[in-house]
């Protein structure tokens, strides 16, 4: 099963509920964050154009971070794309931060060891969206599989305009913005 | 314009607001496992050339500084680990798509060579500690046997210690995320170098003239090779995409442009080689032992620029709005 997230960067308005959503149900410490939000602007003045996007781990196809990790502890959650770290199995080498071209994982305090977004894999075995999801005010976040022709994802994503981030990375993303 | 700002607040430690994962402590574990990959090389390529007369310490007593370095080196990457409790999990699988997985089991089949290496020698290189040795039977049928194949014994150690210092490169490389640590040409490189400064470590230790001058003789080859190399870098940089490019402008006018320069480049291979040149050539020998020290402090150098130059180079770079000294202010003294 292949997870992906959608996000509208014409409705968000970058308001970061998603990141208060996403500390507040996985308990992320203090001073710590599994997503953020860009505001990205381009142009020059006075044709500018600014787009919002929530980023987080984007979950990928080619995950170098799984296929760098010396002990196994990051990992698949069961056949999907959900990248996961057992923390019982990490050492704390991370290398999985600088196999990360996304730089989206973090180390966690005081613990030590490797954590990140795991698309609220504990929310979706209940069939229920991630945190973040579930709370944007404005709605432009959906998630579900790909594999399914006639999920909300795929539809998305059959009928309008969208990219991922820097493909040229090779690792095959699954967080698209639609633009 | 093209700006990318950060409007949440992202404070990650080691992360944010540039990648900062790995400090000294892997920078010396790269250069101490090149340097314990060279003195394997070399001790046992000694032993294979039958170098007693020419190179008596490179042949018998060099060895038994391989486990005393390599310990080292792993005591200062432990020190790295933020998860220290669970550094057993390195060997509890083997992940065969991850360099670091494959260095930890190199690791562990390289030591138990070593001590084979300075046992194959203990005799001739260290009679006060064979001494005791002998004194147990077991002892002295283990040092008999290892004498009797220690040619066999250097043979086998040889494509280990070269894959030791080889793997401390492509650990770096396989990295995509991070392109100026993404060429091939690093393994080599981190091998040569090792090489190099364990060429260096002899030339300051040995006692013997004509030790000294091999190893010198030596040294130069390596540092010709490892410019040729380092040269190779960055043309494999220089010939990339834009990522690459960006990477490559981290030493070439960049934040490491000075640190790579002067002290890897400079200081690190020309001087030595211009020193070691004089030496041979006999025009001055006053500053002999100079070389070998810079080559040593280059070979950290490479690893320290390399490290920190790989770090900095990234495929995301958002500007942050973000104080996390206001978060300080906000909490309660209470």
Known sequence: MRFVMVIDTRTCIGCGDCVVACKTENKVPEGLNRDWVVEATRGTYPDLKTEFRSERCNHCSNPTCVTLCPTGASHLWKDTNIVLVAPEKCTGCKACIAACPYDARLVMHPDGYIDKCTFCHHRVEKGLDPACVSSCPTRCMYFGSIDDPHSEVSQLLKTREHKVLNPETGNDPNVYYLI | ?334
């Open chain 2, 1 to 334: 314009m093209s700006e990318e700002l950060l409007v949440t607040a992202r404070d990650n430690a080691l992360i944010d607001p540039g990648l900062h994962i790995w400090t000294w402590e892997v920078a010396m574990y790269l250069f101490l496992g090149g340097l314990t990959a060279g003195i394997m090389i070399f001790a046992a390529l000694m032993v294979v050339r039958h170098k007693d007369e020419i190179a008596p310490f490179a042949t018998t007593r060099l060895a038994m500084l391989a486990p005393i370095v390599l310990s080292l080196g792993m005591t200062t990457l432990f020190l790295d680990l933020e998860h220290k409790l669970f550094v057993y999990r390195f060997y509890t699988s083997f992940q065969l798509t991850s360099p670091m997985s494959w260095g930890a089991w190199i690791l562990i089949v390289v030591y138990p060579m070593s001590i084979l290496q300075i046992l194959s020698t203990l005799r001739s290189g260290y009679s006060f500690l064979a001494v005791f040795v002998d004194r147990l039977t077991i002892g002295r049928l283990i040092l008999d046997w290892c004498e009797r194949y220690r040619k066999e014994i250097a043979l086998t150690i040889i494509p280990f210690a070269v894959m030791l210092g080889i793997y401390t490169g492509i650990l770096l490389s396989a990295f995509s995320a991070r392109p100026f640590w993404n060429s091939g040409v690093l393994g080599i490189l981190f091998l040569v170098s090792g090489m190099s400064t364990a060429a260096a470590l002899v030339v300051l230790l040995a006692r013997q003239r004509s030790e000294k001058d091999l190893f010198t003789w030596i040294d130069l080859v390596l540092i010709v090779a490892e410019i040729g190399l380092v040269a190779l870098a960055l043309i494999s940089l220089a010939s990339g995409s834009a990522q690459h490019l960006e990477a490559l402008e981290s030493v070439m006018g960049g934040s490491y442009t000075l640190s790579f320069w002067v002290l890897f480049v400079g200081i690190g291979l020309l001087i030595p080689l211009l020193l070691e040149a004089l030496e041979i050539s006999g025009v001055n020998k006053s500053l002999a032992m100079l070389a070998p020290v810079l080559v040593l402090i280059g070979g950290y150098a490479l690893r320290q620029v390399v490290l920190d130059a790989g770090q900095e180079s990234t495929w995301t770079n958002y500007q942050t709005q973000y104080n996390s000294e206001l978060l300080q202010r906000l909490q309660r003294s209470d």
